[in-house]
């Protein structure tokens, strides 16, 4: 379980490749894109992201690395994974292209950006983990 603020890393054959940390979350995040539609699930969650790629990440076997919609999914106060998808066209289309984080950064890259996601509740805990990783990353979210 990471805290906003805490950073996190990536590492390939005890190298690190990638650090980033999730500088803020905001529930229920108003959208900017002059095309943007209501959430499909509920909420929208976004998370301020701020990552940082080493030249080492050009050794692996996967030399780049993101934080993808589909490696996310978000579990309900009360236990429950959602099934549905947190990425949905409305929370791709939620922001201006410029306020988006990049789908994934190459080695010696660094990027700030915010990635929407569009989840059934307005607490929970949202969870990272794609499918080369043996482990992933949790982070709570709750509307304030």
């Known amino acids: ?3 906003v603020g805490e950073g996190a890393s990536v590492t390939d054959k ?5 650090t980033f940390v999730i500088n803020s979350i905001q529930v229920d995040a108003p959208c900017t894109n002059q095309y943007a539609q209501p959430s499909e699930n509920g909420h929208f969650v976004a998370l301020n992201v701020s990552m940082e790629t080493n030249p080492a990440l050009a050794e692996s076997v996967n030399p780049q690395f993101g934080l993808a919609g589909y490696a996310w999914k978000a579990v309900a106060d009360n236990g429950t994974t959602f099934n549905g998808n947190v990425m949905t066209a409305s929370s791709f289309m939620c922001l201006n292209d410029e306020e988006n984080f990049p789908s994934a950064l190459g ?3 660094k ?3 915010t990635i929407v996601l569009d989840v059934p509740t307005p607490t929970g805990v949202l969870v990272h983990k794609q499918g ?6 949790e982070w709570e979210y709750a509307a304030k």
């Open 1 to 3: 379980m990471k805290k």
């Open 14 to 18: 005890d190298k690190t490749v990638a």
């Open 107 to 109: 080695p010696g890259e």
């Open 111 to 113: 990027a700030t950006g």
């Open 132 to 137: 080369f990783m043996p482990a992933g990353w």
